[in-house]
């Protein structure tokens, strides 16, 4: 027997991207432990992640390439060789592009890894297609926009700085579930007498360890932020000082907007009591170091980016940049570390093919013309579950004349459409580089066991495509590891503090921030920018979401046992997320004459998703919330949420708006 101890990352799409150890016997897997050095995660995992094993070698892995036999969408397939599958899809591709050209290819791809090779490989082979551009953003890219539309590319502040913070507010997240390392520095701050708060349209699970909840009507949190910044103008609270020397705008949001959102309005608006908004405001203003941190949840509404924007000036209103413990965290962005395109090669592109953007799949596989969607490579998402208007993309994934085909390791509902399934390996199979988006560490890894099966990493897909395809490229000839090398030499400005022995060794490393980065705004005018010239509205303001006409408000929000789609391959997570619950406040459901267990029908004019309904008093009135997004075969009718959600798009950055929704509920019979 051959027992080795072996070093990597975790994939997957949050926050953390936990250090991993894994205990490697005879080229298996067999157990999976927090990376106690890692400098974030310190050797705590997520209840995904430990037993991540049970993933990487469940019996359910996708292990040959498979051919459809049957009809569209009933899962019957054959196995096939890669050499077969990879001739197939080249010929009907041939076939696509001479009768209507490249743009009827559709790559399809989001985050079922993280690793900067892994998961964008498949462009620069796109792009030397000429294949349609996907937008990606479904996940966040409002909440982007409106950071940046005051900050720039100011660098957030590092998750330790929470530890020294004396008021923290968590806005819009459920940390429990989806930010556990930052949780424990709240924890840590916590002990040290910090008040911590959370503002959420529901009490959702991190607030058993929270002191205070404030539940906020859906999509209404930019007339919180101005609310709070009314009161914190009136009381003078304002750090002038730090206003004065850093601030572009103040005056004007002062004189011009925040008249308007007295307590007694933004209480309407809000649903939140007029004394609780006085309160909060006073806890925010006389904190040594209030530090917000700002989840995405409240950005997927059709007024994201202008929510995050409000949000956003808080904390330059109270001067809480300069004041250790001070800032708000909304996201990590280390993009420059790394030159991407090195991976992705723009220059690739021959022409600048039009662009699809992900949340539209819907529309893009049932209405779209000239040409139409012929084709669609999927790879690393599961958009049958993912993206909204699920009865518009199974109608698309349903036409006999798409050919689709699907790189995954598990039979998603997404793979059952496939004309060609393509078994993918995970992460512990391949190598890769990561970072985050909650901390500043950087990760490299290698394939630490064989691949299971027949399965093979994105990058190697895309070069065998690349080769049937006939290209000359060198760059297709490259491995995962050149290609890493490559992101690594010559270093980036950001990459030379890097302490590269242990990086290349595959240990965790930090990139370092300059001692002043708090202080340093990187925006235009080197200020940060509550007036902003560039914007249509060039001061924050509140706008309505979009609001469907129905009763109730309907949360999708994350699991604590799964990862968007992701793990539901797991029957020991399955049994802990139990069921597809529709959570209800008892009192709506007194109204509604339903009781709790009771098979019940969430529908609007787009869909309709059955749910087994489940009282709870921790969910206000007229919000629903469902938690975890779950495969057709776990639902008790034929679609999951998103047959619930829409395809329109946030007022900026084409963001999904997947929690801006209404339905109504009616019992199952
Ligand atoms: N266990 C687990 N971890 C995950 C994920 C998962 O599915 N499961 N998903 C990963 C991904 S892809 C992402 S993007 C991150 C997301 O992580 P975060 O961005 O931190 O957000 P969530 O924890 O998803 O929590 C969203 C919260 O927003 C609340 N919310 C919804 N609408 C509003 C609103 O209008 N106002 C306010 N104040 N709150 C609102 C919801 O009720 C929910 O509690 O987590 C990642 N981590
Ligand atoms: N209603 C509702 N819908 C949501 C959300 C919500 O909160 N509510 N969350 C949204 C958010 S924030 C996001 S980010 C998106 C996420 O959407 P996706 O990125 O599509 O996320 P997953 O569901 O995790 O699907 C990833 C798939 O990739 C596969 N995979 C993993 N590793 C690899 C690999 O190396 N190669 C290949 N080829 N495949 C691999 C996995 O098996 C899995 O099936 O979903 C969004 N959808
Ligand atoms: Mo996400």
Same mark, same amino acid.
């Given at each position: 027997?051959?027992?080795?101890?072996?070093?990597?990352?975790?994939?997957?799409?949050?926050?953390?991207?936990?250090?991993?150890?894994?205990?490697?016997?005879?080229?298996?897997?067999?157990?999976?432990?927090?990376?106690?050095?890692?400098?974030?995660?310190?050797?705590?995992?997520?209840?995904?992640?430990?037993?991540?094993?049970?993933?990487?070698?469940?019996?359910?892995?996708?292990?040959?390439?498979?051919?459809?036999?049957?009809?569209?969408?009933?899962?019957?397939?054959?196995?096939?060789?890669?050499?077969?599958?990879?001739?197939?899809?080249?010929?009907?591709?041939?076939?696509?592009?001479?009768?209507?050209?490249?743009?009827?290819?559709?790559?399809?791809?989001?985050?079922?890894?993280?690793?900067?090779?892994?998961?964008?490989?498949?462009?620069?082979?796109?792009?030397?297609?000429?294949?349609?551009? /996907?937008?990606?953003?479904?996940?966040?890219? !409002? *909440?982007?926009? #409106?950071?940046?539309?005051?900050? +720039?590319?100011? @660098?957030?502040?590092?998750?330790?700085?929470?530890?020294?913070?004396?008021?923290?507010?968590?806005?819009?997240?459920?940390?429990?579930?989806?930010?556990?390392?930052?949780?424990?520095?709240?924890?840590?701050?916590?002990?040290?007498?910090?008040?911590?708060?959370?503002?959420?349209?529901?009490?959702?699970?991190?607030?058993?360890?929270?002191?205070?909840?404030?539940?906020?009507?859906?999509?209404?949190?930019?007339?919180?932020?101005?609310?709070?910044?009314?009161?914190?103008?009136?009381?003078?609270?304002?750090?002038?000082?730090?206003?004065?020397?850093?601030?572009?705008?103040?005056?004007?949001?002062?004189?011009?907007?925040?008249?308007?959102?007295?307590?007694?309005?933004?209480?309407?608006?809000?649903?939140?009591?007029?004394?609780? /908004?006085?309160?909060?405001?006073?806890?925010? !203003? *006389?904190?040594? #170091?209030?530090?917000?941190?700002? +989840?995405?949840? @409240?950005?997927?509404?059709?007024?994201?980016?202008?929510?995050?924007?409000?949000?956003?000036?808080?904390?330059?209103?109270?001067?809480?940049?300069?004041?250790?413990?001070?800032?708000?965290?909304?996201?990590?962005?280390?993009?420059?570390?790394?030159?991407?395109?090195?991976?992705?090669?723009?220059?690739?592109?021959?022409?600048?093919?039009?662009?699809?953007?992900?949340?539209?799949?819907?529309?893009?596989?049932?209405?779209?013309?000239?040409?139409?969607?012929?084709?669609?490579?999927?790879?690393?998402?599961?958009?049958?579950?993912?993206?909204?208007?699920?009865?518009?993309?199974?109608?698309?994934?349903?036409?006999?004349?798409?050919?689709?085909?699907?790189?995954?390791?598990?039979?998603?509902?997404?793979?059952?459409?496939?004309?060609?399934?393509?078994?993918?390996?995970?992460?512990?199979?391949?190598?890769?580089?990561?970072?985050?988006? +909650?901390?500043?560490?950087?990760?490299?890894?290698?394939?630490?066991?064989?691949?299971?099966?027949?399965?093979?990493?994105?990058?190697?897909?895309?070069?065998?495509?690349?080769?049937?395809?006939?290209?000359?490229?060198?760059?297709?000839?490259?491995?995962?590891?050149?290609?890493?090398?490559?992101?690594?030499?010559?270093?980036?400005?950001?990459?030379?503090?890097?302490?590269?022995?242990?990086?290349?060794?595959?240990?965790?490393?930090?990139?370092?921030?300059?001692?002043?980065?708090?202080?340093?705004?990187?925006?235009?005018?080197?200020?940060?920018?509550?007036?902003?010239?560039?914007?249509?509205?060039?001061?924050?303001?509140?706008?309505?979401?979009?609001?469907?006409?129905?009763?109730?408000?309907?949360?999708?929000?994350?699991?604590?046992?799964?990862?968007?789609?992701?793990?539901?391959?797991?029957?020991?997570?399955?049994?802990?997320?139990?069921?597809?619950?529709?959570?209800?406040?008892?009192?709506?459901?007194?109204?509604?004459?339903?009781?709790?267990?009771?098979?019940?029908?969430?529908?609007?004019?787009?869909?309709?998703?059955?749910?087994?309904?489940?009282?709870?008093?921790?969910?206000?009135?007229?919000?629903?919330?469902?938690?975890?997004?779950?495969?057709?075969?776990?639902?008790?009718?034929?679609?999951?949420?998103?047959?619930?959600?829409?395809?329109?798009?946030?007022?900026?950055?084409?963001?999904?708006?997947?929690?801006?929704?209404?339905?109504?509920?009616?019992?199952?019979?």
């Amino acid at each position: 027997m051959n027992t080795e101890m072996k070093r990597s990352v975790c994939p997957f799409d949050c926050p953390d991207a936990c250090g991993l150890l894994v205990e490697v016997i005879d080229g298996k897997a067999v157990k999976v432990k927090g990376d106690p050095e890692h400098p974030f995660t310190k050797g705590t995992l997520c209840p995904k992640m430990n037993h991540y094993e049970r993933t990487v070698h469940s019996p359910q892995r996708l292990k040959q390439p498979l051919l459809r036999i049957g009809e569209k969408g009933a899962g019957n397939f054959k196995p096939i060789s890669w050499a077969e599958g990879i001739q197939y899809i080249v010929d009907r591709w041939k076939g696509i592009i001479s009768n209507y050209g490249a743009e009827a290819i559709l790559p399809y791809s989001y985050a079922g890894t993280m690793g900067v090779v892994q998961r964008n490989c498949g462009e620069a082979f796109f792009h030397k297609l000429g294949a349609s551009r /996907l937008a990606r953003t479904i996940c966040s890219s !409002a *909440k982007g926009y #409106g950071w940046s539309s005051v900050m +720039g590319n100011t @660098l957030a502040p590092h998750p330790d700085e929470v530890k020294k913070s004396d008021f923290i507010l968590l806005w819009g997240t459920n940390a429990l579930a989806t930010n556990i390392h930052l949780l424990q520095n709240v924890k840590e701050a916590k002990k040290r007498g910090a008040v911590v708060w959370l503002i959420d349209t529901y009490e959702n699970p991190t607030a058993q360890i929270v002191d205070k909840v404030v539940l906020v009507k859906p999509g209404r949190d930019g007339a919180l932020a101005l609310g709070l910044m009314h009161i914190l103008v009136r009381e003078g609270w304002i750090d002038l000082p730090f206003v004065t020397k850093h601030v572009q705008g103040f005056e004007q949001l002062q004189s011009q907007i925040l008249p308007d959102y007295t307590p007694d309005k933004v209480s309407q608006i809000t649903g939140i009591d007029v004394k609780l /908004l006085e309160e909060l405001a006073l806890h925010y !203003a *006389k904190a040594k #170091g209030p530090f917000i941190t700002l +989840g995405s949840g @409240l950005c997927r509404y059709g007024n994201g980016a202008m929510t995050v924007r409000a949000i956003t000036c808080l904390p330059a209103l109270v001067g809480a940049w300069g004041k250790p413990g001070g800032g708000l965290l909304a996201s990590i962005s280390t993009g420059p570390a790394f030159v991407t395109s090195k991976v992705t090669r723009e220059d690739f592109l021959s022409e600048q093919p039009r662009i699809v953007n992900m949340n539209q799949l819907g529309q893009a596989l049932t209405e779209l013309s000239e040409p139409p969607i012929m084709s669609m490579y999927v790879f690393h998402s599961n958009p049958a579950v993912v993206a909204p208007d699920q009865t518009k993309i199974i109608k698309g994934l349903s036409r006999e004349n798409l050919f689709t085909v699907v790189h995954e390791r598990f039979m998603t509902d997404t793979a059952r459409y496939a004309d060609i399934i393509l078994p993918a390996t995970s992460s512990l199979e391949h190598s890769d580089i990561y970072r985050a988006y +909650g901390h500043y560490g950087i990760q490299r890894a290698t394939g630490i066991i064989p691949p299971v099966g027949e399965a093979k990493s994105n990058w190697e897909v895309f070069q065998l495509l690349a080769q049937a395809m006939g290209y000359k490229e060198s760059f297709f000839a490259q491995s995962a590891d050149d290609l890493i090398n490559q992101l690594l030499d010559p270093p980036t400005p950001w990459l030379e503090g890097v302490d590269f022995v242990n990086l290349q060794a595959g240990r965790p490393v930090e990139l370092s921030l300059p001692q002043d980065y708090k202080t340093t705004y990187l925006t235009p005018s080197g200020k940060i920018e509550i007036y902003s010239s560039v914007e249509a509205e060039p001061l924050p303001r509140y706008f309505d979401p979009y609001e469907d006409d129905a009763p109730f408000y309907l949360m999708s929000a994350p699991s604590l046992y799964s990862l968007n789609s992701s793990f539901n391959e797991r029957p020991d997570l399955l049994q802990k997320k139990e069921e597809a619950y529709l959570q209800m406040n008892p009192k709506d459901a007194e109204d509604k004459k339903l009781q709790d267990g009771q098979k019940v029908i969430a529908y609007n004019d787009r869909g309709e998703v059955v749910f087994i309904l489940k009282l709870a008093p921790t969910v206000p009135q007229g919000v629903l919330v469902t938690e975890g997004l779950f495969s057709k075969e776990k639902m008790q009718g034929a679609y999951s949420v998103n047959a619930l959600t829409s395809q329109r798009l946030t007022d900026r950055a084409e963001g999904s708006t997947l929690y801006d929704v209404k339905v109504d509920v009616r019992l199952y019979s």
